[in-house]
């Protein structure tokens, strides 16, 4: 148990338990006997089985979190991210669509870790949902306590939008990558990457985004993934170009499209801890090094080895596989330093595998504490975040792809002017499969978001769209989330561990009208490791609705306006002043 492992005090976990130690359970609660016999997707169409539009969004955005086109592992609920989840079990996971169906129009559903707990009478301008995952107090904020906890069946992993019922499969990552890979370009390769090499890892829900991510800036990508399937998978969705059938021929890939200039991508099963330091021994540089495997988490990590036995080992000593993991991690993390000094530009991509190499000893900052490697935060996309700007997304309720081809039009005749979203939607329109409801993103700023959410409640409501739309965002945004060892990495005032603004964040949001707010721990970083809240509202095309859109779409962004001109970053005061965002004692 952790209380006789951890430093925190009055850890008590034995004497609040109902049961003997003995009697613990080893695995978490899944109530499989509640697992519905049909195969969960989201409804399409226009009718409701809600009482509302705003709860029946919610509820297909919890079915599309969950069906198998989307989801990681479906049978437990998981929807990427190693074990971030849409609902705590099977059990509670009827019940939220149970209640979410009786929900009046002025009431508002609790969740509790993905476990309905209350319906409260609020207003019907009110959020219907509000929902708290993982969240701990500070000094028992720790994985070890949590993973107690979760096999109790008192908690969920939320990771960032699993739990907070708003993913969009890997497309909601990818225009993030999109334009980190950009900016990694016009950083260092003369604004593209076409003749470039990129080596990662992971094909994961998250990770399968980073292929497509540099073949749409023109580069040659090569991803490693340990799980063949995982490769195969992303080669049938559209993600991946191509599987290579050993490194051998992996590298002759590389070489040739690297020649042509062409954007290509190559999946090569393997182990990242063994190729990376392959690709050193063999003398191959690539352009750019950086990872996106599931890292936060050691249970989530495959280490070196065989991956049927790996797994095996993961189920039948779990601490053992966690120190084959943190081994596996460190050489994974030391070869990318290795790469970095060979000449590669080398990023962190948000998984935490520096800071868990880290807590394995290995040397990963310099004297004045700052990493070797910078994060795509810091390295790339903070200058966005001063902006306001971040991953804006929506989904089609009525499950038609042409409501999103409308709205695509509608984005580029608001945004003529945006040479790089015009180029972002001929790409994603060309390459990007719709996987489970049909849905876009796209980075928008403060003020954009505003004028873009009221065009299209306004497609709603002349019925150019044939459903509501849901427009959110991932956690991942500009003033939403803190996060020292990724989104506020390295914050000029050091205020990287403040975590008010994700919690201001999201009362913000909920006094300004947003249709259902969340507020996690963890994120892809790890237990104890960030702080971060995210907002959904729906376009139903009524003018109410659009008071609210115009008040929560400035709100939010403006959170990120307030958070970095409070840091002093000299370009989100400049957007302040010039764009009018209110901030108390300047100007």
């Known amino acids: 148990m952790p209380n006789a492992t951890l430093d925190t ?99 508002t559903m609790l969740v509790q870790s993905g476990k309905a707990v209350g319906v409260l009478r609020t207003w ?62 016009d950083k260092h390769f003369a604004g593209t990457l076409a003749g470039t090499v990129t080596v990662t890892a992971g094909l994961g829900g998250m990770s399968g985004a980073q292929p497509l991510a540099v073949t749409m800036n023109d580069g040659v990508c090569l ?106 991690i460190m050489k994974h993390c030391q070869a990318i330093i290795d790469m970095q000094a060979a000449g590669s530009v080398a990023l962190d991509y948000g998984n935490n595998l520096r800071g868990q190499a880290e807590k394995g000893g290995l040397k990963v900052r310099d004297e004045q504490g700052q990493f070797l490697y910078p994060g795509f935060v810091p390295g790339y996309i903070r200058p966005l975040f001063c902006e306001g700007k971040g991953p804006f997304r929506w989904a089609a309720l009525s499950g038609d792809p042409q409501d999103i081809l409308r ?40 003020g954009e978001r505003e004028k873009f959410g009221l065009v299209i409640n306004d497609l709603v409501a002349r019925g150019e769209v044939s459903a509501p739309i849901v427009i959110g965002r991932d956690h991942l945004d500009c003033g939403s989330v803190a996060s020292p060892n990724r989104e506020t990495e390295g914050m000029r005032d050091g205020s990287d561990a403040v975590a008010d603004w994700p919690l201001l964040n999201a009362l913000a949001n909920c006094a300004s009208g947003a249709d259902w707010v969340s507020l996690h721990n963890g994120g892809g970083v790890g237990i104890g490791n960030s702080t971060h809240s995210g907002m959904v509202i729906v376009a139903t095309g009524t003018p109410e609705k659009a008071e609210r859109l115009r008040r929560v779409l400035t709100t939010d962004p403006g959170m990120g306006v307030f958070r970095h001109a409070d840091a002093g970053y000299e370009l989100a005061q400049q957007v302040a002043e010039e764009r009018g965002v209110n901030i108390p004692g300047r100007g």
């Open 407 to 446: 709205i695509d039009r509608a984005l580029l005749e608001t945004f003529p002017e945006n040479k790089m979203l015009a180029r972002w939607i001929a790409k994603a329109q060309a390459k990007v499969p719709f996987i489970g409801l049909p849905a876009r993103v796209c980075w928008l700023g403060y």
């Open 9 to 107: 005090p009055e850890l008590n976990l034995e004497a609040t338990s109902q049961s003997s130690a003995s009697e613990k359970p080893t695995t978490r609660p899944m109530y499989y006997e509640y697992k519905p016999a049909e195969t969960v997707r989201a409804q399409h169409g226009t009718t409701l089985r809600c009482k509302t539009w705003e709860a029946e969004a919610a509820l297909r955005m919890l079915e599309n979190n969950l069906d198998p086109a989307v989801s990681l592992v479906y049978d437990e609920l998981i929807v990427y991210g190693g074990a971030g989840r849409a609902a705590r079990n099977w059990k509670e996971y009827q019940t939220i669509v149970r209640t979410l169906k009786n929900l009046e129009p002025d009431e």
């Open 124 to 185: 019907a301008h009110a959020p219907r949902v509000l929902i708290a995952n993982s969240n701990l107090v500070p000094a028992w904020s720790t994985q070890e306590y949590f993973d107690e906890l979760d096999k109790l069946g008192l908690m969920m992993y939320g990771q960032m939008t699993a739990g907070s019922w708003i993913y969009i499969a890997t497309q909601g990552i990818l225009q993030g990558t999109y334009e980190t890979f950009a900016a990694v370009a």
């Open 223 to 328: 991803v490693i993934e340990p799980i063949d399937e995982r490769v195969k998978q992303k080669v049938r969705e559209g993600y991946l170009d191509e599987q290579a059938r050993d490194l051998d021929h992996a590298l002759e890939l590389c070489q040739q499209y690297k020649q042509e200039r062409k954007g290509w991508s190559i999946g090569l099963t393997g182990n990242a801890a063994t190729v990376l330091p392959e690709l050193l021994t063999r003398g191959f540089k690539a352009d750019i090094v950086t990872d996106q495997t599931s890292a936060h988490d050691l249970m989530d990590y495959l280490p070196e080895g065989d991956v049927n036995e790996v797994l095996t080992l993961r189920a039948s000593n779990p601490e053992e596989f966690k120190r084959q993991a943190l081994a596996s």
